[in-house]
């Protein structure tokens, strides 16, 4: 086996010894080319398609689901947080049916099933109302989130504890839900009251005004409240609950459509409003004609009186009204000749529009508004490496805020108090937020593609090194055995001079070679058929 290896070894010295240069480089080309492309196909080859297996999950369920994939040897990726778990797409379905027949994920909640699945004689009072408690929060939490726009919901009841004397107080009940909006999603007042009403009628003894609601903005969602201008509450409370709620509105509204543009992290809105709380009732009695070009009215009614006479001593004269069978008033008649009387008398009501206005204005108008917007001037960030907004990009941006702006405010302002001129009444500014803006770092360990091309080229420059530190240690070793048996033959013992051909005495010298040195003789021999 040894000698086949030589003998192959030898045969391959010789090969490319007998190469030129430009073939030389060619083959190691063609190498080196096999060798990358036999990389590059078992990463493709091997690397699979990951695709969601769970979203949005908490970091209990996340553990849980990370325990059993690293029992049964599946690779998974970690994204958003930790809050995604990825895995082969080829394994995606089968896993979901598994983790589901072992009731993975689980959440840690109890819900009213626990109850009929875990009663026991020996549970406590103490014990049944606190699975009470948690059983009706997680009840409250999925009803919620079955509405459009939640993704998730978390609720906490303060059950009140029932007094021990009658002359105790009792203490409200309260409940405090943090909602998780899906983005850019708004919702009205009527829906706000619903909400309220839903928690209200779902949990006993708790009123609304024992409710607080927020999103995961701190957003708080307030109730509207129908009676605060009836003597509920003082004027200065009302006023500035009113202000408070309508910069809040409009504060959310703006923050919520900039923050679908930018990011939510990267923009911050602030309201200020000048609002008008004078109250006026009047009664108004307009009287207008039908006809405003003519002005006159529409006439409804029309009496006409006509008196016509012929005959002798008609006519009219003397005192009117003066004789004793005279009519009063009435023009007497003269003596004299045949004459003619004739009386005409009309008489037209017209009709106009009686309008009667019993006017109540608003509680309050809008009388100034001001908008403050800051906008994270950071672009993108990789570790110590920030990368800022150019000035052509915050042109961009400040343009399309402004056109938003002007328009909310144009709507707002009440038109009344003369005109407005929105680009006065905000304010954008660009500046480094002091929160962290870097990229959400992935909890899983992932090797990036670059990693790979680098391990590749490493590989490659290491195996043509190993392969010109074989090629320089065999030319060397070829160097030695020519010396050697240049050596070997110089120290040829010399034959008696005789008349015989060169390729008898050279014969008889490596006969005699043979006997007395056998091990050079082979070596000597091994270089000749290298040779050839």
Avoid: C
């Amino acid at each position: 086996m040894n000698e086949k290896i030589m003998k192959f070894n030898e045969t391959a010295k010789t090969f490319w010894s007998k190469r030129s240069k430009s073939q030389k480089g060619l083959i190691l080309g063609s190498i080196v080319a096999v060798i990358a492309l036999i990389i590059v196909i078992s990463l493709f080859a091997t690397r699979s398609d990951y695709v969601p297996l769970y979203n949005n999950l908490s970091l209990q369920e996340v553990g849980q689901i990370k325990g059993e994939l690293d029992t049964r040897g599946i690779p998974y990726e970690l994204q958003d947080g930790g809050t995604t778990i990825m895995v082969p797409k080829e394994q995606a379905d089968g896993l979901l049916v598994d983790l589901a027949g072992q009731g993975i994920p689980n959440s840690g909640n109890i819900d009213y099933s626990f109850f009929s699945e875990n009663s026991s004689w020996g549970i406590t009072d103490n014990e049944f109302n606190i699975m009470k408690l948690d059983a009706m929060q997680t009840e409250l939490a999925n009803l919620i989130k079955g509405i459009e726009g939640i993704n998730d919901a978390q609720v906490m009841i303060n059950m009140a504890k029932d007094p021990v004397f009658v002359s105790e107080a009792t203490q409200p009940t309260t409940a405090a839900i943090i909602l998780n909006t899906a983005p850019g999603y708004q919702f009205e007042g009527n829906q706000i009251n619903a909400l309220y009403q839903l928690v209200s009628k779902a949990v006993p003894n708790l009123q609304p005004e024992n409710i607080s609601i927020m999103n995961q903005y701190f957003e708080y969602y307030d109730q509207n409240t129908q009676n605060a201008s009836t003597g509920f509450q003082d004027a200065y409370t009302y006023q500035q609950t009113v202000k408070k709620d309508v910069e809040r509105d409009i504060q959310r509204r703006v923050q919520q459509m900039l923050g679908t543009m930018v990011g939510m992290d990267n923009v911050i809105v602030s309201v200020t409003t000048d609002i008008d709380f004078t109250q006026e009732n009047r009664v108004e009695e307009i009287v207008e004609p039908a006809d405003p070009e003519t002005m006159e009215g529409l006439p409804v009614s029309v009496e006409t009186i006509r008196e016509t006479y012929t005959g002798d001593g008609a006519q009219a004269g003397g005192l009117a009204g003066t004789g004793e069978e005279d009519i009063t008033n009435y023009p007497g008649a003269e003596e004299g000749e045949n004459g003619e009387y004739e009386y005409i008398k009309e008489t037209i009501n017209n009709e106009f529009n009686r309008i009667h206005k019993e006017i109540v204005e608003s509680p309050y108008k809008i009388r100034d508004l001001g908008i403050q917007v800051a906008v994270d001037s950071v672009k993108q960030q990789d570790g110590e490496e920030i990368e800022y907004l150019s000035q052509q990009d915050m042109m961009v941006v400040e343009d399309g805020i402004t056109s938003i702006l002007n328009s909310i405010i144009s709507t707002s302002i009440d038109g009344a108090y003369g005109e407005v001129a929105p680009e006065e009444k905000t304010s954008i500014v660009f500046q480094e937020f002091s929160g962290s803006n870097g990229l959400a770092q992935e909890t899983g360990f992932k090797i990036p593609l670059w990693m790979y091309i680098v391990g590749g080229l490493l590989l490659v420059i290491i195996i043509i090194l190993v392969i010109m530190l074989m090629m320089r240690k065999s030319k060397q070793e070829e160097y030695e055995e020519e010396e050697y048996e240049s050596e070997a033959i110089a120290t040829l013992p010399d034959l008696d001079e005789q008349e015989e051909s060169d390729s008898i005495q050279r014969r008889k010298q490596l006969e005699k070679m043979a006997k007395e040195k056998p091990e050079e003789f082979a070596k000597l021999l091994r270089g000749w058929i290298g040779d050839e």
